[in-house]
């Protein structure tokens, strides 16, 4: 599986707030942060996760008691020309061999303050992430992480550090097949993210 890792916290970069609500509707009836911690039946307020199966799984692993994140953001769709040749560049594969393409993203943030706040403590566990994505056999996907600023105010109490956004890339030979590759590839994502091996690398 190819993996990168990389850093957007510059002055003109976006910061991840939580929580969130759409500017134009509001908390009450548009898209918001939905704090699957707290709430884990709340899943159902995430169009994203209704829709996709794979992504509601991931949401509810990555939130759960024992995981070492929790989730702000996400959305998934199927892959416009330009994200397909941009992947198809990255993964070396070309159009014939995969026209179709699904891409996700998953906003996470660290639940452990110290390394909440500390960017060379980030850097140091995406690289560790990297180097556990790279020998997995999934050709035809890709992950790429971002550090980015984060601010974050709950239970009272505003934080700034930074999060890490998640896109899962996958290609096919038609959609269901791009999209069983993105399963697959979510699915392996989020074993390492839960695992121990990442925090012991």
Same mark, same amino acid.
């Given at each position: 599986m190819l993996a990168?890792?990389?850093?957007e916290c510059g002055a003109d970069d976006p910061v991840l707030v939580v929580p969130w609500s759409s500017p134009d509707t509001g908390a009450s009836s548009g898209p918001h942060f939905v704090d699957l911690r707290q709430n884990p039946y709340d899943l159902d307020q995430i169009p994203e996760a209704e829709l996709h199966p794979p992504l509601m799984q991931a949401l509810r @692993?990555?939130?759960a008691t024992r995981? $070492?994140?929790f989730t702000a953001k996400c959305d998934?769709? $199927?892959m416009d020309p330009g994200e397909l040749a941009a992947t198809r560049l990255n993964l070396e594969l070309s159009a014939a061999e995969s026209p179709d393409g699904f891409v996700s993203y998953i906003d996470?943030?660290?639940?452990e303050r110290s390394l909440f706040v500390s960017l060379p403590q980030q850097q140091q566990r995406l690289l560790r992430l990297v180097r556990l994505l790279d020998p997995l056999d999934h050709p035809g996907a890709a992950v790429e992480a971002v550090i980015r600023p984060a601010m974050v105010e709950l239970a009272g109490r505003a934080q700034e550090g930074? @999060?890490?956004?998640?896109?899962?890339?996958?290609?096919?030979?038609?959609p269901p097949h791009a999209y069983e590759h993105w399963t697959r590839a979510l699915e392996a994502l989020v074993l390492l993210l839960r695992g121990k091996e990442l925090s012991l690398a």
């Open positions: 990168e890792w990389s850093v @692993a990555l939130n995981s $070492p994140v998934a769709w $199927p996470i943030v660290w639940r930074f @999060a890490v956004s998640l896109y899962v890339k996958a290609l096919g030979t038609d």
